[in-house]
């Protein structure tokens, strides 16, 4: 990790830490007023979305340029998978052996674009309920105006482009986005209860030897999953 990704997360941290003490006292009176109590669940939910928000915005368009950093030769990079190669050119330029291929930095920064979005689709799916093909298009969209946003200097806010929009950053980040809905899912599996088996014995009307009618049989419900 770069001296400036640490300095994008330590501005993240203290972004999210500015909007949770800001919407945390309304968010405990809507809940008081609502259930009568406040409930923790809540509380945490929209910090983890408070904290996954604002370190994703830090680490995408913080460190902002500064007089002095040279400016990019190139803003535009429009080659999917253009990173495999950049891995090869990586080797081929350090001197390193092709099992070594993880060890570049080319390569664990397709991972971090990955695992950038992967908490997007988790909550996608876990707290919005969307399924696969809305959660894909949820970070496709957020993935492009991330890209838009990088493209465009910041809409005009920063002095020139200092970030490359990339199509394999849209590739990566869907996948990343894809991959949460899939973690999320099997959470959401493993956690359900299961329905207890029953079976539900109707009422009979008997008929005695003497030809008169027996009191029906009571309508008795039996928990298969009940130990007897």
Avoid: C
């Avoid at 998978?81 to 397709?110: C, N, R, S, Y």
């Avoid at 920063?158 to 869907?174: E, G, K, Q, S």
């Amino acid at each position: 990790m770069t001296n400036a990704q640490v300095t994008a997360l330590q501005y993240g941290l203290i972004g999210f830490f500015a909007l949770w003490a800001t919407a945390l006292i309304p968010q405990l009176i809507v809940l008081h007023a609502r259930h009568g109590r406040v409930r923790l669940r809540p509380v945490l939910t929209m910090a983890a979305v408070l904290l996954y928000a604002t370190m994703t915005l830090a680490v995408t368009f913080l460190p902002l340029p500064g007089p002095g950093v040279k400016r990019l030769s190139q803003t535009v990079q429009l080659h999917p998978f253009q990173w495999i190669a950049d891995i090869h050119t990586e080797l081929l330029k350090h001197g390193l052996p092709v099992a070594d291929w993880f060890t570049t930095q080319t390569f664990q920064q397709a991972t971090m674009n990955v695992l950038l979005f992967v908490p997007l689709g988790f909550f996608a799916r876990t707290l919005w309920k969307r399924g696969l093909i809305g959660t894909t298009l949820i970070g496709l969209t957020a993935s492009l105006l991330i890209e838009i946003t990088q493209l465009t200097a910041n809409f005009g806010t920063a002095p020139y482009v200092y970030r490359i929009f990339d199509v394999d950053d849209l590739l990566n980040n869907t996948g990343g986005a894809m991959l949460g809905w899939i973690a999320g899912a099997l959470l959401l599996s493993l956690v359900r209860k299961p329905v207890p088996s029953t079976v539900e014995f109707q009422p009979e009307v008997l008929v005695t030897a003497e030809g008169s009618l027996a009191q029906p049989l009571g309508r008795e419900r039996i928990d298969l999953a009940q130990v007897r």
